[in-house]
């Protein structure tokens, strides 16, 4: 367990085993990602009426999507013991990658989306003092 924690582990060419109950579970585990992504997709894409949670819902799934199929590709590499491809510093990179994509959508969804709802509710306060625009009426043509 102490080798778990050197850097020459993770740093090796030498791709993990993932034959035994550990790569079982994090087989599935990509499995899921990939079946969840695609199942939001489908579900945001059909249900979701605000603009807001539609593109909140796309881009977790997104990220689900793509995680799952680079876990799928990175086991598939050490299952087969390919040299670089499978090597067990992809792993880590893959959760560092997906941790600061998650950040990313959590400051969408704080940040990003607050501001421009205010910006909106703005907009359509400002818009209460112009003037609404005519609308013109055709001529009918005299005879």
């Not at 598939?76 to 499978?86: A, I, K, L, T, Y």
Request: with cysteine.
């Amino acid at each position: 367990m102490m080798n778990f924690f050197q850097p020459s582990y993770w740093l090796t060419m030498q791709s993990p085993e993932v034959t035994g109950a550990l790569g079982t579970v994090v087989f599935i585990l990509f499995v899921l990602c990939l079946v969840l992504g695609i199942v939001g997709r489908i579900v945001t894409d059909r249900k979701e009426q605000d603009r807001f949670k539609r593109e909140i819902g796309g881009r977790i799934s997104t990220l689900l999507i793509s995680m799952g199929f680079l876990g799928l590709l990175l086991f598939f590499f050490s299952f087969e013991r390919v040299q670089f491809f499978g090597a067990r510093f992809w792993y880590p990179a893959w959760l560092i990658i997906a941790g600061v994509w998650a950040y990313h959508i959590v400051k969408y969804i704080r940040v990003e989306i607050p501001a421009v709802k205010e910006r909106m509710a703005s907009r359509i306060a400002a818009g209460a003092y112009l003037p609404k625009s005519k609308k013109r009426h055709k001529k009918k043509k005299r005879r």
